[in-house]
């Protein structure tokens, strides 16, 4: 890992690879740590996969003013400009599905490829679930690995795949988020508003989200299809939010498919 000026903050990044270059936007709370190690194996023997540790996340700088989405894409490019990356792949989960739009709207010379992964145009385009407002109201909203854990997988998934969850659990701890910084994440995900600028995203994009994700129901990701022109959504029944490990195989087979 190093670290970069870039933006006017210190980003730590990673990478791994060689090919043509394609950048993991990972999600709200996370970092790259985040990453299932399968992954980023399977991603980096055909790419040049490349992360990072958003602002306030991880080793990079948690600076304690406001900042938004189009701030945190605006740190990617920095990055792409420090590497001398003129164009990428993008790839971006949740919260950094959010960012990568931002990045595929604002900077459309700077994206090849775009993925999206359990993600959302705008948290209030579609009425939250139940389980959501539950979530929202709850007393306690401090970090641990078990609510994230919660968001991401059903009970039945957290209990067939102990190793798994294992490794994620020991991972989120290497690095956690401030609770400042996780407040700011929360807002700007809560203010981002992409669809009416969605019609200006001219990089190919592939969309995948899982049927029974009540963080983002299967409502956003069929208004991003319908939204972002020649885009292609694929939606993976008794998938939650972590549908990236829930079906790592076939979601690695349709993304090689996709940039290849």
């Known amino acids: 890992m190093k670290?970069?000026?870039v933006n006017g903050i210190n980003i730590c990044y990673e990478s791994i690879g060689e090919g043509f270059p394609l950048i993991g936007l990972s999600g709200k709370d996370s970092n790259m740590d985040s990453w299932n190690p399968a992954i980023k194996a399977a991603l980096s023997e055909r790419y040049n996969f490349i992360m990072l540790d958003h602002r306030g996340t991880g080793r990079s700088d948690a600076p304690t003013e406001a900042y938004d989405i189009s701030d945190m894409a605006k740190d990617v490019i920095g990055l792409m400009n420090a590497l001398d990356i003129?164009?990428?792949h993008i790839l971006g989960q949740s919260m950094g599905g959010m960012i990568a739009q931002e990045l595929a709207i604002e900077s459309p010379s700077r994206v090849s490829k775009l993925i999206l992964c359990s993600t959302t145009c705008g948290v209030?385009?579609?009425p939250p679930s139940f389980r959501m407002i539950k979530w929202l109201m709850r007393k306690n909203a401090a970090y641990s690995p078990q609510n994230t854990l919660n968001m991401l997988y059903s009970k039945a998934y957290i209990q067939e795949n102990p190793d798994l969850?294992?490794?994620?659990v020991e991972r989120m701890q290497i690095a956690p988020s401030n609770p400042r910084s996780m407040e700011i994440h929360r807002e700007a995900s809560k203010n981002f508003d992409s669809?009416?600028?969605?019609?200006?995203i001219s990089a190919p994009t592939l969309i995948i989200h899982g049927e029974d994700d009540w963080v983002f129901s299967s409502k956003h990701p069929k208004i991003l299809n319908r939204r972002i022109p020649g885009s292609k959504l694929i939606l993976f029944p008794h998938a939650g939010h972590g549908v990236f490990s829930q079906e790592q195989r076939k979601v690695l087979e349709e993304i090689h498919r996709f940039l290849d």
């Open 165 to 168: 969850i294992a490794s994620l």
């Open 3 to 5: 670290k970069i000026f």
């Open 86 to 88: 003129e164009k990428a």
């Open 195 to 200: 669809y009416h600028r969605l019609g200006q």
């Open 124 to 126: 209030k385009r579609v």
